[in-house]
């Protein structure tokens, strides 16, 4: 797919899975990514969060994305995966909303190995 956008199509506005919450909405959103199937899921920031799979299962770096509206042929934002991928929102009260560094927590807090039980 190169020299084309690669394409995350933002779904309908959710609470998790399974709408957890009832009627009440959260701003997350359900994502995919046509022709990346491992690429999708719910999130705030669906296209930063496509871009850290598209980057982590399909080596991808210096492809162009952008996150779509059902129906839609222009992006609503778009940027490299490899810039995307190493972003995340903050939403700090002092400083307002702005993008960060991306921390991956697992590599901060490691799981503890899976103890075998005799």
Same mark, same amino acid.
């Given at each position: 797919? #190169?020299?084309?956008?690669? =394409?995350?199509?933002?779904?309908? $506005?959710?609470? @998790?899975?399974?709408?957890?919450?009832?009627?009440?909405?959260?701003?997350?959103?359900?994502?995919?990514?046509? @022709?990346? *199937?491992?690429?999708?899921?719910?999130?705030?920031?669906?296209?930063?969060?496509?871009?850290?799979?598209? =980057? #982590?299962?399909?080596?991808?770096?210096?492809?162009?994305?952008?996150? %779509?509206?059902?129906?839609?042929?222009?992006?609503?934002?778009?940027?490299?995966? $490899?810039? @995307?991928?190493?972003?995340?929102? #903050?939403?700090?009260?002092?400083?307002?909303?702005? %993008? $960060? =560094?991306?921390?991956?927590?697992?590599?901060?807090? *490691?799981?503890? *190995?899976?103890? $075998?039980?005799?």
């Amino acid at each position: 797919m #190169s020299g084309t956008m690669i =394409k995350i199509v933002r779904g309908a $506005e959710v609470d @998790g899975p399974k709408g957890e919450a009832g009627g009440r909405r959260h701003g997350i959103w359900a994502y995919h990514a046509p @022709g990346y *199937p491992l690429v999708c899921g719910y999130s705030r920031q669906p296209l930063l969060d496509a871009c850290r799979q598209l =980057k #982590s299962l399909y080596g991808l770096n210096a492809e162009r994305v952008g996150l %779509f509206r059902e129906g839609r042929d222009t992006p609503d934002i778009s940027c490299p995966v $490899e810039a @995307g991928a190493l972003l995340t929102v #903050s939403e700090r009260a002092r400083v307002g909303v702005r %993008f $960060e =560094k991306y921390v991956d927590l697992s590599t901060v807090f *490691p799981r503890a *190995p899976a103890m $075998e039980l005799t």
